[in-house]
């Protein structure tokens, strides 16, 4: 099956690339640096012909409230139209578990503006709904910082492996679209301020967490279960310490 990776050069498309190879699909990783660029729509005619599914992994390079939102909404528009007349029968997207409980942060806004021109859209589709990738912690702690320390809500997470995820979406992607959302997750749940201490601590990143009932996740308010998945997500197999007995020291970008 010819399946198009949009953000196939990114941590996750690049992970999930190798998988579906590996699997005998023909993947292609399509983003700016192999010509392919969605906000513009050079070279997307060209990449989705014959394509039988697409799986849009892709992140917008800045996180400010405009340009994501200009990002998500703009790229996620010029796909749509792109693969109808291409003939696409399966969109794939990555986005959050708990995404449309986050929407006082303008990132998750652009992500729920994303998620609705999928549902509204003819094409047949699967979202698929990741916890927080493992890779992303020290991310998490550079975005909540408040002076020199980072300042984190004591809530429950059950982040994953970005292994592990791009194992469901690969998953997904060969499978038949559901038309909804399918939840993936890390297998256990741990408090957000912890495992950040602990993964800075890991790096050698001197930085203070300071365990705060007023700080935001990405500038959403959120409660203890705010980020936890539902009960039928499916849940990765790499657990928090063989990943960091793994990746100890090296910081890597999420
Ligand atoms: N971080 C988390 O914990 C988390 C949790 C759940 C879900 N997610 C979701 O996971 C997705 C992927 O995240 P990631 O960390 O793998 O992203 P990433 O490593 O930052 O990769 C982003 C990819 O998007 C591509 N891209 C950027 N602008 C593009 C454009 N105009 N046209 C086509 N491609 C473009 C990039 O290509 P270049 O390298 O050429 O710029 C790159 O391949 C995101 O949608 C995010 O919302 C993240």
Redesign the pocket.
């Known amino acids: 099956m010819k399946i198009v990776v ?9 992970k999930l690339i190798k998988k579906l190879v590996e699997q005998r699909h023909e993947a292609i ?6 010509g ?5 729509g050079e070279g997307l005619a060209e990449v989705l012909k014959g394509a039988a599914v697409v799986v ?6 800045s996180w400010e409230e405009a340009a994501v939102l200009k ?1 998500f909404e703009t ?1 996620t528009r010029n796909l749509l139209t792109y693969e109808a007349a291409a003939g696409v029968r399966h969109h794939v ?5 708990g995404t449309d409980r986050l929407s006082d942060s303008g ?1 998750f806004r652009a ?1 729920i503006a994303q998620e609705k021109l999928i549902t509204e859209s003819s094409i047949p589709y699967s979202i698929v ?5 493992f ?2 912690l020290k ?2 702690a550079d975005i909540s910082m408040v002076g020199d320390k980072v300042h984190l809500p004591h809530v429950l997470f059950q ?1 994953m492996a ?1 292994d592990d ?1 791009a194992s469901g979406v690969a998953r997904v992607a060969v499978g038949q679209p559901v038309n909804g959302v399918v939840e993936i997750a890390g297998p256990q749940p741990f408090r957000l301020d912890e495992l950040v201490r602990r993964r800075l601590a890991s790096l050698k990143d001197p930085r203070e967490v300071i365990a705060d009932p007023n700080a935001s996740y990405d500038g959403a308010k959120v409660s203890v279960k705010t980020l936890l998945p539902g009960n039928d997500a499916q849940l990765g197999e790499t657990r928090f310490d063989t990943w960091l007995a793994q990746n100890a020291g090296t910081a890597v ?2």
């Open positions: 949009i953000g196939g050069t990114g941590l996750i498309g690049s990783a399509a983003a700016p640096n192999t392919v660029n969605t906000l513009t849009d992994v892709s992140n917008s390079p990002f790229s997207a990555l986005s959050v578990v990132y992500k709904h990741a916890t927080q990738f890779e992303f991310g998490l982040p970005a995820v970008a999420a």
